[in-house]
């Protein structure tokens, strides 16, 4: 019997192992004289997954990228990237990576930049014309470098992270410089290239566009991992808001209400509580038969940029 | 094998940045240009006293402007003015991939950061055969020329003295090359790499030198400097150095042959095991 679990335990271990693309454990940065850039972060980024990274400026987003592919060495800490060492050239062989600003060669066309890089990654260079196509660059591929506006610069960027066709893309504010039809585009791609096995590491300031491709988020703050999980686990149920009069006596009803949820008061005759959509109904019954006037009832579900920040003025907060 | 054909990638590469590049071919082209004019158009432009005089004129020998002396003469721009331009080059093809913040995307690839480095200084060693060249192709074609004026006799120097000669300028060149490639990674950067290359090439090796002709331990120094090495192993072929005057001229001291050619050997291993060494280490900001 007990045996027979222990073989489990084993078992369940391996497997999840075999599906974490990236297991970062106690990573930590120190930049001499006193800069931790990033102070013991564990995250675990699953295969398959779009992962984001979100924090404020300086958090240690782009330090602790830096790492994966084993760019800077961690004064502290390990990380395992597709099983293998950061940097190694077995992983960097399936690693699509940008990091920080685009840095290419200026006097080189884009199609040269990404001979050089096919070159170096040992990959066809019948890989580079797809990669331009797709990221909409095609057009534009045999003006140096140095000519390209930002946006441009960003798409010939991700045209070289996809170049190995990677099954690990790590994207650092992939969308950094593009205007609406670019990040709505580069939103459409990073969904559809994390759609099968291939996995994502994504970050970024945009909540909007984090929200709407993340499967799951990592927040970091000082260095520091405050919140890692699905997006809905961090936003909670959600809410109703409910415009009545006199609000006094709505408040009394909803607060005996049988489940008991959390009521608060928003505004002079708004109250929010923490109920899902499906009991709107019974709540609009409840208050209207108890003669209280419902102006307005609405489900709210709060923006991954209301829980980031909540969070990150609690952390500050409490630290 | 496998590793081989990857190692070829990358050197290609690293060739194609080196290629495109416009500042190497102004280099190459001011190297070419200012080289034919101070060996061969003004020394015999002073011998017709067409410029300077007749005082100027009789010290040159029209002898040395002539095609059986091509691999003497040309040898005697190899060990400091080819030098210093193609350690511009060396600098240039290292140190601007700091300027760029390129490094984060090319060590990021799949090459091995040894990898990376040992193609980028292999390209560089070949992108120093057409300095070598050109100069010889050039000066045979002047020399060739003054000897057709001056109805002297068109005879080469011997195929086994060409291609030792050609293989000494390389070599030289390379000394310099990876002197500026080290210095690219010391700074981390072109600006400060070049200056501080040239203030050592013009300044210190010249100063020290001047004054090792008086003090015993200065004169040790000396010894071991990039110009003595370069001057010492091209006398092999009998260079014309010591002569007073123009691009060529030094005053010493000099080494055995195969001295310097041990030194530099010892300079080039060392700075390339540097550059090697040094990336590998260090965090890519
Ligand atoms: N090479 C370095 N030397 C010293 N400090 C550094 C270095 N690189 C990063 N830092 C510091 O580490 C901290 C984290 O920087 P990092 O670039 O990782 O932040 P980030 O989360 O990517 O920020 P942003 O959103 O602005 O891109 C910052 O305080 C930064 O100043
Ligand atoms: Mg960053």
Redesign the pocket.
Known sequence: MSHAMESDVTRSDRERCGECVVAADGLTKR?PPD?T?VDNLSISVFRGEVYGFI?P???????TLRMILGLVRPTAGSVVVLGGRPGSPDSLARIGAIVEAPAFYPYLSGRNNLRVLACHAGVSEGRIEPALVEVGLAGRADDRFKSYSMGMKQRLGMAAALLKDPELLILDEPTNGLDPEGIAEMRTLIRSLGAGQRTVLLSS?LMGEMEQVCDRIGVVRYGRVIYEGTLDELRGGGRLKVRARPVAAARELLKDRPGGVRVSLEGEDTLLLEAGADEAEGINRLLVEAGVEVSELCFHQPTLEDVYLDLIEKVDGGS | MAGIKLYLRSVQAELLLLRRRVSYWIILAVYAVTGMLFSYVFPYLIYRDAIGGPEAAARIALAILLPENLVRYSLTGFPFYAGIMVFIVGVLAVGSEYNWGTFTNTLVQRASRSRIMLSKLTALAIALLPFVAINYILGAGFSAGIAMIESAPITWPPLWDIARALALSWYILLLWATFGAFLAVLSRGTALAIGLGIFYALVVEGVIALFGRQIDALLFISRIFLRTAGYSIVTSLGAMVAGEGGPGAFEGPFITPARAAVTMAAYITLFSAYVVFTVNRRDV?
């Open positions: 930049y800069i850039a924090g400026n300086g958090a240690g987003k782009t330090t300031h | 900001n």
